[in-house]
């Protein structure tokens, strides 16, 4: 749970030219994750885009295969390709190995950790070239994680 900055992804319709990407999860009392996913749109003063769809841990056994709900009654599958040992790092992913999104607790990720990753997922039949790198820079809207509670619509 909490907050992840987004540093690479494929690209779906609704999130083409993401600046300042970030996702944030929080478990409700009723078991369902609520989700949390922002960004900058076509640049880092971009219009901010954000989406809620609600999570659910679909194998309990691993907690790494999840469902989330974008639009009822459709529910995408995704799963936790990676996860570091310290909890800072994770790679989460369609099994359709058509998209990913890795993410970091930090915001900045090192080149060798973010190339490491991008190899896993090509070891695990994702093509490279359809990765792409978030840029970051919160220089101008550092207040956005700070003061705006992402979830106060929620």
């Known amino acids: 749970m909490g907050l992840w900055y987004v540093h690479g992804y494929t690209p779906i319709l609704v999130d083409k030219e993401a600046f300042n990407a970030v996702e944030h999860y929080r478990l ?8 949390t996913y922002q960004f900058r749109k076509g640049g880092f003063d971009g219009k901010l885009k954000t989406y809620r769809p609600v999570g659910e841990v ?6 790494a295969e999840w469902r989330m709900q ?12 990676y996860l570091s040992e310290d909890y800072q790092t994770t790679v989460i992913a369609h099994p359709n190995r058509k998209y990913a999104w890795i993410m970091h607790r930090q915001l900045e990720i090192d080149g060798t950790t973010y190339t490491g990753l991008v190899n896993k997922l090509v070891e695990e039949g994702f093509d490279s070239e359809n990765i792409l790198r978030v840029p970051h820079d919160w220089s101008n809207e550092v207040d956005r994680l700070k003061e705006y509670d992402i979830f ?3």
Request: avoid cysteine; hydrophobic fraction near 30%; proline fraction near 3%.
């Open 58 to 63: 679909y194998d309990t056994s691993t907690n």
């Open 28 to 35: 409700a009392e009723n078991g369902k994750i609520q989700t």
């Open 70 to 81: 974008f639009i009822w009654p459709f529910k995408a599958q995704y799963l936790i390709y």
């Open 152 to 154: 106060q619509d929620s």
